[in-house]
Every structure is written in C-alpha cells, then in structure tokens.
C-alpha cells in the first residue's frame, strides 16, 4: 500500500513539473536563411487603420505572407524571390520588382520587406547604416534604418540572444504594431 502511495505521489508531481520548453534564439547577422511565425498586425497609414493575423515563412531568397481575416481566410498572400513581388488580393494577381510599391498600389499601405527580413529578429538589415539602442539587458530597444524607427516592447525571454515578440515599425505617416504570438523553428 505504501508502494502505491509513493507511485501516485511520484506521478503526481511529475505531472505538476514545467515542461523545458526550448526558448529559439535570434540567428546571427549572417545566417538569416530561414525563420517563420505565426502573429498580428495592426497598421494605421493616411489616418486608415486596417489589421489582419499574419503567417511570414522566410526560406533563403523567398518570403511568403499571409495576411488572414479574423475567421482565417486569406486576404492577401505576398510572394516575394529573386524574380520580384507577386501579391495576390480579391482574386487577382499583381506583380512588382519590389514590396513597397507593390503594397502601396494594392493594400494602401507600404510593406518595407528587404529591412523586416532583418527587424523581425531584432536585427540591423545588411547594406545600410542602423542606429541602435539596447536594454541593460543587452537587447535591441530601439533599431533606427532607412527612414523606419522599429521599437521592440516584448521578447520572448530575458536573453540578449531572444526573439521578439512585439514591435512597432513608424516611418512619417505610417504605423505598424507586429505580434509574434509563435515562432517556428
């Protein structure tokens, strides 16, 4: 009877233990081959406020993002490689050599795509300057590049090396608050 007792306390508590659950770190500089993520976003442009759940898969030289409305369906998928920009919208097909414009002509608003494969990840995008400001805890505060002040409020742990979890793009007349609510490894 003691035995069983024993038995059921061990599995009790073995129950109520935390999982390790692995926390994913940022890659370096020079290995952002691949990340995706599950998340929200709100963005306020020429005084229009618009907001969507979003899935960004990022492989190499390609990104793809789903843009989904509250029940899941797809407003908008942006497709982007080394050939250019398809985004696809209201059943219709459109294509560009770059997101910005692309985005601009068919949403209303401009995705900055060749900086935010990099401020996703708290990360300065290669070929231009960046101004950065960091946390004690050495994490990237605030990361100022090509015109965008993208301010980072949450990560995924205390680490320098975390991923984010939100931040908010501005540029001029544009406002973007991202929510990564999961990231993938």
Not at 104 to 110: N, R
Not at 113 to 136: D, K, N, Q
Not at 138 to 159: C, F, H, M, N, P
Request: net charge negative.
């Amino acid at each position: 009877m003691q035995g069983l007792f024993r038995l059921g306390l061990l599995l009790l508590l073995g129950a109520c233990a935390t999982p390790n659950v692995p926390v994913l770190l940022r890659p370096a500089q020079s290995d952002v081959s691949s990340f995706a993520f599950n998340g929200r976003v709100a963005i306020r442009h020429h005084g229009e406020r618009t907001s969507a759940a979003v899935r960004w898969t990022h492989h190499g030289a390609e990104d793809e993002i789903l843009l989904l409305a509250p029940l899941g369906q797809t407003v908008a998928r942006i497709f982007s490689n080394s050939d250019g920009v398809l985004l696809e919208a209201s059943g219709k097909k459109y294509f560009e050599k770059d997101a910005e414009t692309i985005t601009e002509q068919v949403l209303g608003w401009h995705l900055p795509l060749s900086g935010m494969r990099y401020w996703v990840l708290a990360l300065p995008a290669v070929g231009t300057e960046a101004v950065i400001e960091r946390a004690e805890s050495g994490q990237v505060k605030v990361l100022r590049q090509d015109g965008w002040e993208i301010k980072y409020t949450r990560y995924a742990a205390e680490s320098a090396d975390s991923l984010p979890l939100r931040m908010t793009l501005q540029r001029e007349d544009m406002e973007m608050q991202l929510l990564i609510d999961e990231w993938e490894s």
